[in-house]
């Protein structure tokens, strides 16, 4: 078994260390036996300055604490009627708070006549280094100062970021939650994601909702046509021209493939009617077009044999 080693005192540092003690003890005893009065009244004057500077320091930090609390209450009424997200007007409020909290104990130091150079330059050290150890959680939280200046989404929108699809539920200072549509929760850090494509489907009122119908060969276009216009027609949460944003539901022949030709659909709807919507559009294009004898294509490749 191995014992972790010891420093060694240096004998001669306890030795030089008692003997400045006892220089400086000697020194006050000599004062006070050659002049007590002076000494007295050199004491006395010392006192009366450390405790006016005492005092000056207790007036300059109750002051100073009751101006950040003041600052504090006007941040919060300005961030309250600019309706400011609440996760970054409670982030800028505490940066506030602790820089004027950190300024305001190092003024009230050196107002006793303590040198704060040292203790700048700690502070500076220690920032430093706290800045390169939490590297990753810095890049974390600059994007979500990104983020929440900038509002590329909100909480409750539908988004997709990162190869994750689902609904915003909060926006932290190095994080962003989502709920995916199978309610699984999606931690995505906010680094990453201020870097990467955001798509976010919510931040339109309106969507459009494009459909391929794939029919065979040898259909009647008009026919295909005007039965789908039927349809798109029928559905009351598609909108027309008159809806601002909108325009009238779109029906063309998109392309003639190897197997089938194709048929596009195209309508606006409220952005939270698209997949209602975009569901009952298949429904009813699957039900309808047979029963008016349009089929569907499917791959077939056809064979000729010739003796």
């Not at 009065?37 to 006395?44: A, I, K, N, R």
């Not at 504090?72 to 602790?98: D, Q, Y």
Request: charged share 20%; glycine share 6%; net charge positive.
């Amino acid at each position: 078994m191995t014992f972790p080693q010891t420093t060694a005192i240096d004998p001669n540092t306890v030795i030089n260390v008692n003997d400045s003690l006892k220089a400086v003890t000697s020194t006050i005893i000599e004062k006070v036996k050659e002049d007590p009065d002076t000494f007295l009244q050199d004491l006395l004057q010392s006192a009366i300055q450390f405790g006016l500077k005492l005092v000056a320091a207790i007036v300059i930090y109750i002051v100073g604490a009751w101006l950040i609390k003041r600052v504090k209450i006007w941040l919060g009424k300005m961030f309250t009627k600019r309706k400011t997200e609440a996760t970054l007007s409670t982030f800028v409020t505490s940066l506030v708070s602790i820089t004027l909290t950190v300024l305001l104990i190092v003024i009230t130091i050196s107002t006793l006549g303590i040198n704060t150079t040292s203790l700048a330059a700690l502070l500076a050290a220690g920032g430093m280094a706290i800045g390169m150890a939490l590297s990753g959680t810095v890049s974390n939280f600059a994007g979500g100062l990104m983020l929440l200046v900038f509002k590329p989404f909100k909480a409750g929108d539908f988004i997709n970021a990162q190869g994750y699809s689902g609904t915003v539920k909060e926006v932290t200072i190095v994080n962003t939650k989502i709920v995916t549509t199978d309610n699984r929760v999606i931690v995505i850090p906010n680094g990453t994601l201020s870097n990467g494509n955001i798509d976010n489907y919510s931040a339109m009122p309106l969507r459009r909702v494009d459909i391929e119908v794939s029919v065979e060969y040898g259909t009647d276009a008009d026919k295909c046509i005007k039965l789908l216009n039927t349809i798109l027609k029928a559905d009351e949460r598609i909108l027309d021209s008159k809806h601002r944003g909108a325009q009238d539901p779109f029906i063309a022949l998109l392309s003639m493939n190897d197997s089938n030709i194709s048929f596009i659909t195209r309508s606006w709807v409220k952005s939270e009617d698209y997949w209602p919507v975009r569901f009952d559009l298949n429904k009813k294009i699957y039900e309808t077009l047979p029963k008016h004898g349009i089929q569907f294509a499917f791959p077939h490749m056809d064979v000729t044999l010739k003796s």
